[in-house]
């Protein structure tokens, strides 16, 4: 049987990296937007002779959160999504029902993925914040606050917000700890940004029981954690005391991180198609690869690099069925099942790249 290799064809936007041996580096860009935390619940016990019972209101789940992780199983980030966004936590409930904890989010990049935090998007977002905050008034400010830290039970906001001693002692203490965690979101934010470079797979895919059965990555964590999900909110028996032994408000779930990554996919080549703009690259490359690099009647279609793999015979011939004149009577192989019944050693990796 003929030799088989799969050939990584990318197109590249700079006639410098067409040189042999140097690598290709394409550019992603991707939010992940972590879950918000479960709201906790202002409920009370109610069963048969007892009317009137404790507080029972569940806390929130923590939203889910975002990891990132290395698949050696991938050539190219056109599978990494431009949004991430994780689940949110459920809320809690009464009977002390707690919200179930929302599952975590991964994003699976191929090997050799540099990972960059892009801070300047960050920082803008929270400038455009804090001009809408300036622009409200004081009234506006603390209806606001509230709204977004408090749940009330049925028909007693007004009377919490007003004349509660409680709830007002309680709502101070609950903002001096808002303002700790915004401090040190803003703390966080002068520190080094984000950075590190996915350069080997996965311990997941280095599990011998998983490598077997790949249904097990359903109970894997892995990755490395890009942001964190939100933390559930506090059900109302958080805040029973001899003072108040029937807290009617509860708070809700804190929100998730937001940030903006660049992926950068680093490539070596070790064959090269030059030529001009227009000349046809990106056609020959949607001929004879998998790949889907846009293709028009004017220059400088491909703005972006593309990637595409080749299953090339020893004798020549291009696709995905071995040469008719390979082995007489020789059955077509299951290429779906060729590393379990023929074993992953009959073909290699062959790295080519089209310049633009």
Known sequence: MGELANIYISTCLKFSHSLLGHPIVIRYRSIPITGKGGDGAAAFHREKFVPIGPPSGGNGGQGGSVFIRANPSLTSLARVPKKAIAPKGENGLGAWRHGRRAGDTIIDVPVGTVVRELREAREKEELRGREKWDALSEEDRIVRERDALWVHYPRWKEENESSSKAFLQVEQAIAREERARKREVRRRLEDPALLFDLDKPDADFMDPAIAKDPSAFADTQGGTLVARGGQGGLGN????????????FATRGKPGEKITL?????????????????????????AI???????????????NPQVGVVRVWDDGTFGDNPPANSIQGAPVPDFQNLGARYGVYWFRSVPIRVAR
């Not at 790949?291 to 009647?297: F, I, L, M, N, Q």
């Open 262 to 286: 660049s992926l950068e996919l680093k490539l070596l080549a070790d064959v090269g198609l030059v030529g001009f703009p227009n000349a046809g690259k990106s056609t020959m490359l949607r």
């Open 237 to 248: 028996p958080h805040f029973a005391s001899s003072m108040n032994r029937s807290p009617k």
């Open 289 to 303: 690869s998998n790949s889907k690099a846009e293709v028009a009647s004017y220059a400088f279609t491909t703005l």
